[in-house]
């Protein structure tokens, strides 16, 4: 009796045995299925680009037939990049109600994407310009959707131009008037959104009386000359969501993994990022690295 208690209890071993080298097989069989996903998954997450950006688009070319073309097709082509469109039909909204027929033929077409804010050009000379023109103005785009029975030919906010950058006491209660105004517009909604363009870092008492500013607009090697990120981490009382970057003049060498690295420097620094190589016209055309740069926002 004794050694067949012994040949069974060699056998129960055996078996338990058998029992863990399966669980552990299978154990070993899951990870290998679900660790390199969850690693992807990751990468997907981090891709090393830093915080998503929007692209931002001074679109200052006319809508002939086919011109906004290359616009339109990245904005279908990358759904989950959210893009803000300024439109100038004539340094503003122009003299009438409504823009010309390819201006509310082509507007409508932008506005259907659920990816893209478009916002009406007006300019301030930096403060100087009469208020109750600036006024017009905006009245004048916050009436497109009524005026021409389409709600899609409409725009969600102003981009203010020529804002002032020295700090001055009247300045300061002439943009928050046009902010005022903007905000109170329901032309303008849902969103209301007030932009800035003093072109260079403005004093910070500026800032809150937009939602977004261009702090930058400059060319490439100015950029690198004046150490770009610094100088945006730099801005009192800011943070990266409150600003933008335009720019400019990239040389063509810039292509491939060096855009990559600049494109994920600025979007660093500016939540609304403008990068193109072109050197002259560059807000009337689409340049030849555009779908490189919008691939580079994506990722």
Known sequence: MGSGKHVRDRRCLRSRRSRIAVATLAFVAILAIVLPTS??????????????AKVFVPLYVYPAPGAWDPLVNVISAHPDVNFTVVVNPSSGPGPNVLPDGNYTRAVPRLAAHDNVRLLGYVPTTYAKRNVSLVRRDIETYAAWPTKSSNPDLAVRGIFFDETPQQYNADDLAYLKELTSIVK??????PDNFVFHNPGV???????????S???FEETYDTFQERHGAKLFEEIQDSNRSQLCAVIHSVPDSVEGSEL????KQVRRVADEVFITHLSTDYYANFGRGWDEFVSLMAQ
């Open 260 to 263: 990559r690295r600049f494109v």
């Open 39 to 52: 690693i992807i998954l990751t990468l997907r997450k981090d891709n090393g680009m830093g915080p998503k």
């Open 213 to 215: 500013t261009v702090v």
């Open 201 to 211: 870092v403005p004093d910070y008492r500026y800032l809150s009386a937009a939602d």
């Open 184 to 189: 109170s517009s329901p032309g303008f909604g």
